[in-house]
């Protein structure tokens, strides 16, 4: 009896070896088997394929269809232009706050090259970086408004488009903004409303105590005048800085 149980206990000892062995061997068997994400049919970005009978991967847009968020019915309230040139209306209400926002984001992302008065005197011009528009010459103060909205949108000359970093609305707020601060600069009576005056800013600056010369044009170090033959890659040949012959008060 003892040697039947023996033999007993290693048959069983040998069918377990067999029962594991041939479930490692089917496991191994099946990995060998797996198809992992990597090996399944796909197109690689910019690479050919068989598959279509232009050989392309890439594939065309399918008519008619726009990206979500990208409808862009508006064509002049996204690029500025009108039937391919710029036109001189204003996409939104005129409001203060429009006015308030675009003088917030003006002082952001434009002053840096334009200065806080649009001479093109900025800080960095002022360090060596390459002189900026003045929006107080003749040309740029009668430039229309989609002018300015589609140099923000595509760059112009030396500076780049600031279309990933200012939306459509604040580069139109911006737009009028620099309108108003045109018109501040070049202040005439007429442009005043019944009632109020135009006062020369140097008469303003000695009426606030300010230091002699506050009121006159910036220039940039080492020059007479504002202004080089390099601002023709900006759009602005090279003139004075703003003379801001006077201020409404």
């Excluded at 009576?189 to 105590?209: F, K, M, R």
Aim: glycine share 12%; aromatic share 8%.
């Amino acid at each position: 009896m003892e040697m039947q149980g023996a033999g007993n206990r290693k048959q069983g000892t040998a069918m377990r070896n067999v029962v594991g062995f041939s479930a490692l061997a089917a496991t191994l068997v099946l990995a060998g088997c797996r198809q992992d994400m990597q090996d399944q049919p796909k197109f690689f970005p910019q690479r050919g394929t068989t598959f279509y009978a232009d050989g392309r991967s890439v594939r065309p847009q399918v008519e008619n269809t726009v990206a979500r968020s990208q409808m862009h019915e508006d064509e002049y309230f996204y690029t500025g232009l009108k039937d391919g040139k710029e036109g001189d209306g204003l996409p939104l209400p005129l409001t203060p706050e429009l006015i308030a926002r675009g003088q917030e984001r003006y002082n952001i992302y434009c002053t840096p090259c334009h200065s806080r008065v649009g001479n093109g005197a900025g800080m960095i011009v002022q360090r060596g970086y390459r002189p900026a528009g003045d929006f107080h010459t003749d040309r740029l103060r009668n430039a229309p408004l989609g002018h300015f909205f589609a140099v923000m949108t595509n760059g112009y000359g030396a500076m780049p488009d600031y279309a990933a970093q200012v939306t459509p609305e604040d580069r139109w707020a911006i737009t009028a903004y620099i309108r108003a601060l045109q018109l501040s600069q070049n202040a005439k009576p007429g442009d005043v409303a019944s009632g109020g005056h135009v006062e020369d800013l140097h008469a303003i600056a000695h009426d606030e105590g300010m230091q002699p010369g506050f009121a006159d044009p910036w220039v940039l170090p080492g020059t007479a005048v504002y202004g080089t033959p390099d601002n023709q890659d900006h759009g602005v040949p090279g003139q004075a800085a703003a003379q801001a012959p006077g201020a409404a008060k």
